[in-house]
DNA sequence: CGATAGACTGCAAACGATTGCAGAAACGCT
DNA sequence: AGCGTTTCTGCAATCGTTTGCAGTCTATCG
């Protein structure tokens, strides 16, 4: 079927070995002979076979990602910038999708061990660490954007307590003094720690934590909503809301449309994490951005160095923090300016956004 | 390391070879023997090797699926399906991103190959037809989306005529006349094929094609942007726009927007294939749905079916289309009917988006 | 009771590479 | 020339399976 290394071998008239040798440049072969093996591998097209290496070696050239879905605008930059990586490294990428289920991530980790990944990177559900840890020992293994309490795995986080904190007092800078929060489960780290940079930046401001101004749930369009609804409804609805994720953002951006509230105009809205639609999106929506294609690059930094040293070289360090950073586009306005007749909260659609406004069509 | 065949014969003080027999379930071996291995093997925590296996049976129990990128929302549910079905049926899949650049494509492909894939799912650029049409007398192939001529390999299409036929007929019917089209580049077979479903349903409804209402170009924001304008721009502007391509409507929105365009009051718009925030987005996006989840179910299907029959057993079909279909949302409106006073093109921003607002918050 | 078919089982050779070991060739040195 | 190095090459084993072939054993039948 294809050219095999014996093909080449006989070609040249030397022995397998000798073949293998001057190929895989060992260096233990005379300079002619290597040159001359190259040629003829060449000349018929000769590809190794990373199958039967791979039954010597031990190692597949495969590296496995696994994360909850595809739909997330994150793991989509980050199975891009795995992806993108590895294959110049000349590593193929197993992409998986666990679906945050802790059943089918398990399954997953162990047929990618079966099939012997050289290295796996993987947004834990947490739920597993058990398994994690004991395929630790026999593959590297990075974790990403969650920590898996249960184990000592090398993880590469956002600083969401950074990120939380650097977009609340975005808003506070604004002249916002209430803050609305819709934010994760409090049992997921991310949730608490977006929680405590809202709550930091808040405190520092001197401004009183209200309760009634945070909401968690589920990262999802239906929650955004719900919580949106609640925070819009109170007695003394928040001047801004701070969505601590892209999903849910989607809901809040649905209630205030059926309500028909402008936006920056009569509330200020700012969203974690970004997606590509955001900048298109009118107002384009401010955001703090995690840092996803940062995440995924020292990801890889991270497993490769695991990968070299082998052994499971521990280097100490555990934790990678990749800091979150703050771009600001136009859904979010200052709030303190003495306000003009016709500003404030009335239903005007005539302040900033669009007064550059053009009157064309 | 991990227990091998080997291991389990020594334990069932069995030869290797009864071992294997009794574990692949050949039926050459005794009822009596084969439970007693299964049953060792379990305990033992035997998990066959697959790279071993690969070598021997020349499978690899990978299937690749190459698409251009992860941004686009078809590719997003493809690969999402891909990856589900696959699993089920215990294969691992690789996923590969091309950009939609035939010179990655052409090294993944080799690699692919080099990986000994059981088969690949791949959206072709066009560029490689040579390649893939060698590479399909050894491995399984199946076109999705899109198709290379230079092959006769078997392809599953979206009914792109018929899907871009309806979106445009349900224009008409709600009374435009003048439709704008912004489609893709006529060098690629959907490119032509919206086009021609677009034509088809003007010609039907008796309507001139006014060939300065269509603009062909990428599917990225900044050309929907830009044909958007063009088509505003028009002495007599197109009172509805038919994006066929979810991508490109991003620009469209964000020129809407600029110009304080009202949708639909003052213009109609309909978007080919979905995204998920479409819906949630203020109007409502309707569309055309070009039916992925479909594209992507049958594509494993008919690979599966190739995989199966081996020495590319062609049953004689080479094209599968997938039909599409329209949902109806909000960003589309009757205009046939006799114009109110303050309706029309005017730079109002005082139409139904807005009448409804209320004072809230 | 012996022959023979049938049902299992084991031996050993693959699959395509890598690699330790030892032999061969080439070289320099005395 | 003889000897020790050094450099290169080939033999053969190995990785963990699968599989053709031949051998063993039991049971059945004439």
Known sequence: MSVTLKDVAQAARVSVSTASRALTGTGLTSERTQQRLVRIARELGYRPNPIARGLKTGQSRLVALLVHNLTNASFQVMAEVVQARLK??????????????????????????DHRIDGLIVVPTGKNGAQLKALSKDVPIVCLVRRDDATDLETVLADDPQGAYLGTRHLIELGHKRIGLIVGRQDTTSGRERLSGYVRALREAGIARDDTL????????????????????????????????????????????????????????????????????????????????????????????????KGNGNDGVREYRVGARLIKRDSCRQIDAPAPAKSGKSKSSSSKSSATKSAKV
């Open 88 to 113: 110049a490294l000349g590593y193929q990428m197993l992409l998986c999708i666990g679906g945050d289920d802790p059943q089918a991530e398990s399954d997953t980790l162990t047929t990618l061990v």
């Open 214 to 309: 945070i909401h968690a749930g589920h990262y999802v369009p239906e929650t955004g909503a719900t919580c949106a609804r609640k925070l819009l409804d109170l007695p003394r609805p928040p001047s801004a809301i701070f969505v601590a994720n892209h999903e849910a953002t989607l809901g809040v951006l649905r209630v205030t449309a059926e309500r028909n509230i402008a936006i920056p105009d009569d509330l200020s809205l700012l969203c974690y994490e970004d997606m590509p639609w955001f900048e298109w999106h009118r107002p384009a929506i401010s955001i703090v951005d995690n840092g996803a294609r940062d995440l995924a690059n020292l990801a890889v930094d991270r497993l490769l160095h695991r990968m070299d040293v």
